[in-house]
DNA sequence: GTAGCTGCAAACTCTTTGCAACTCT
DNA sequence: AGAGTTGCAAAGAGTTTGCAGCTAC
């Protein structure tokens, strides 16, 4: 199983301070960070680290697949690495992410793209709700 | 079954001119327009609209929930009356956008949410997929 | 050595907003 | 009449990019 920095090794990218840095943070991210996120926790190990550098490796990491941009109907993008399928559940009070996953739904979002003649890519499900209270 | 100025009306909106101009090119829509898209066909009919009016408008139209805002992994947003509902395939090759539904899903999205503590809210399915050739 | 990467600052794109004029009701 | 709405232009926010210097390989 390779790890992160040999997975970029191997599409070619040379790996830098920063690049290393970015996938520390990356990996031990618990949430799913925004890029302001990413970028602070990325300084608070090597303060020298720019945004556009940021940027442009959550850019390169996406192209390539290791890393899921998500749009939380906020105005900016989360990332999370892509390490096994699932989908979320948005707290729309708290603004909380709740992973899930759900072997059904995965089987039927294949069938229902056959069924419209399309072969299923890729796929995103997110659900919005409200805690319920006891 | 009330029009979509009715349900303006009732919300305490004023109906002007731009307003009814943006409903009919809402109502006429058979696709997702996107905020420019919607800004052009408005103008077709009124050249006077302006950007600001649309942005306002589908704001409020959204915030009212008679309008959905999608955010299909393009960097602008893209618009359609909350009629029924349902879900999108998103072609990645064309762009093209097929919709469907699917009652099972519904259900099991309900199942879902609730089993985690929550009351579903609103939700996301999207599928992206290839055409199967033949 | 060199192709690729970086920080910086400027540029870009989509979206929002302050304001004075206007318009539904 | 008056609250709400509009167009305009300027401002905001998030993101991208040109460039000269730097660095991994």
Do not use: W
């Amino acid at each position: 199983m390779a790890t992160l920095e040999e997975l970029c090794v191997q599409a070619g990218l040379k790996m830098t301070g920063q690049r290393k840095t970015i996938l520390k943070v990356l990996g031990e991210a618990e949430d799913h960070p925004s890029v302001e996120s990413v970028y602070e926790r990325s300084r608070a190990v090597d303060p020298s680290i720019s945004m556009a550098t940021v940027y442009r490796t959550l850019n390169i990491l996406a192209e390539l697949g290791l890393v899921t941009r998500h749009e939380f109907h906020e105005n900016f993008s989360r990332f999370e690495l892509n390490m096994e399928h699932h989908h979320h559940l948005i707290d729309v009070e708290s603004g909380s992410v709740i992973e899930f996953q759900n072997e059904e739904i995965e089987l039927m979002k294949q069938q229902i793209a056959r069924d419209l003649g399309y072969e299923l890519v890729e796929c995103r499900l997110e659900l919005y709700g409200k805690k319920i209270k006891n």
